[in-house]
């Protein structure tokens, strides 16, 4: 297996939610961080967090063609976006959290639901599902989207490679062919190389059997950096 590789800064994560105010989840009753203070906050720190995106953000920004949400009204739109996907996929085994210190959202596509076993053909059974998180992003335009594939440790670190390259294409594509233009996705295969459950080799482990969907919201001062970066 491969070290595992990080997408954000954990530093820069705990500085920003430790200037941000408190929330309570209406659903869970749960103390968190305000994502509508932390997207009034912008600068460095919200650029570092959301550095991660697969090939960098300026020019896919650029060529995404969004125009951004407002700084001041992205945490709410998260949090509308959020509660929505996990009213449309309970049930399904599909898992919705936030990520990158609460700056963007992942969905977590279960194995085994959203694939048969070796397979990187979608179940039919769970195209219903994956619709719903495809006019997810429809309906909130101002995002990018990365698609990351994942395996367990069974198997050789070829073969592993190429199966998780080949699942979060076949989700990329399955987006994209619900209306989700193509210019705001890029996918990647990590293989075995991020396990969820650290295991060491040859271990059946669902939880590391994977496809994750990052959703990063684009604020309107993304959108000017990135023009200005030109």
């Given amino acids: 297996m491969k070290k595992s ?28 961080a305000s994502r509508t203070a932390i997207g009034g906050i912008g600068g460095a720190v919200a650029g570092a967090l959301l550095g991660g995106l697969i090939g960098g953000k300026t020019g896919r920004i650029i060529g995404a063609g969004i125009g951004g949400v407002a700084g001041g009204v992205v945490g709410y739109k998260m949090d509308q976006q959020i509660k929505e996907l996990k009213e449309q996929t309970a049930g399904s085994g599909v898992d919705v959290s936030e990520t990158d210190g609460g700056q ?33 992003m429809v309906q909130y335009p101002n995002s990018l989207i990365d698609v990351y594939g994942h395996t367990d440790t069974v198997g050789s670190t070829a073969s592993n490679q190429v199966l998780s390259e080949n699942r979060a294409r076949a989700v990329a594509n399955y987006l994209i062919s619900r209306g989700v233009p193509s210019s705001r996705i890029r996918w990647y295969g990590y293989g075995e190389t991020q396990l969820k459950v650290q295991t060491g080799d040859n271990v059946n482990q669902p939880a590391n059997r994977r496809v994750e969907i990052k959703i990063v919201p684009i604020t309107q001062e993304d959108v000017a950096a990135a023009k200005a970066a030109q």
Avoid: H, M
Wanted: hydrophobic share 45%; glycine share 6%; charged share 15%.
């Fill in 104 to 136: 963007a959202i992942l969905v977590n596509l279960p194995d085994g639901v959203t694939f048969a076993t070796g397979s990187y053909s979608i179940s039919p059974s769970f195209q219903t599902t994956l619709d719903k998180v495809a006019a997810s």
């Fill in 5 to 32: 590789r990080w997408l954000i800064s954990g530093f820069a994560a705990s500085a920003l939610l430790a200037t941000s105010a408190c929330v309570t989840d209406p659903n869970t009753g749960e103390k968190k």
